[in-house]
T-cell receptor, first 113, second 109 residues
Framework: ETGVTQTPRHLVMGMTNKKSLKCEQHLGHNAMYWYKQSAKKPLELMFV???????ENNSVPSRFSPECPNSSHLFLHLHTLQPEDSALYLC????????????FGPGTRLTVL | KNEVEQSPQNLTAQEGEFITINCSYS?????LHWLQQHPGGGIVSLFM?????KKHGRLIATINIQEKHSSLHITASHPRDSAVYICAALMDSNYQLIWGAGTKLIIKP
């Protein structure tokens, strides 16, 4: 197992569903990130966790709920999403924080119907 | 005006050509990050540099702190280099990462 993995790779959900995205890093890093990439827009940082503590929440709606049970795993729980939440959700990790190079997972392509 | 500007937005070239992608920023930074995003979304970190020049294979990244400018060069380009190349500036005031919009590169055989 290498690098940063994300599951599922593709997800289609209705607006009333509850689903979770999973990210796992095998690099021994201490910081993990959730990003959102919408069509033709730059990456948007959603959440930052450093040593399992959330250090940043960039005004993300409460229908997105992160969870970091340990420094290797990061979840993004989704509920009552909107169609405009359809995007590519990318997880990344770095050794100790944003000063370090971030390594990205392959992303989860989310479609909200 | 965005704090991180990339140019060009789109670039199509023939295999073998020397490629240059530019990134300009308007804020004080600690470092600049170049990444490659493949069709389908996967992102790979290429370089993180705060001064001078770095080289990895056919890729070269340079940064001029005084001019607030960085370039990514690809020598002997190949169709597999086709991707979106993104620069991200790490601000030295609050360590936020400010992302450029990306440059879509297509290399034709």
């Amino acid at each position: 197992e290498t690098g940063v993995t994300q599951t599922p790779r593709h997800l289609v959900m209705g607006m009333t569903n509850k689903k979770s995205l999973k990210c796992e890093q095998h690099l021994g890093h201490n910081a993990m990130y959730w990003y959102k990439q919408s069509a033709k827009k730059p990456l948007e940082l959603m959440f930052v966790y450093n040593f399992k503590e959330q250090t940043e929440n960039n005004s993300v709606p409460s229908r997105f709920s992160p969870e970091c049970p340990n420094s290797s795993h990061l979840f993004l729980h989704l509920h009552t999403l909107q169609p405009e939440d359809s995007a590519l959700y990318l997880c990344a990790s770095s050794q100790d924080g944003v000063l370090d190079t971030q390594y990205f997972g392959p992303g989860t392509r989310l479609t909200v119907l | 005006k965005n704090e991180v500007e990339q140019s060009p937005q789109n670039l199509t070239a023939q295999e073998g050509e020397f490629i240059t992608i530019n990134c300009s920023y308007s804020v004080g930074i600690s470092a600049l990050h170049w990444l490659q995003q493949h069709p389908g979304g996967g992102i790979v970190s290429l370089f993180m540099l705060s001064s001078g020049k770095k080289k990895h294979g056919r890729l070269i990244a340079t940064i001029n702190i005084q001019e607030k400018h960085s370039s990514l060069h690809i020598t002997a380009s190949h169709p597999r280099d086709s991707a979106v190349y993104i620069c991200a500036a790490l601000m030295d005031s609050n360590y936020q990462l400010i992302w450029g919009a990306g440059t879509k590169l297509i290399i034709k055989p």
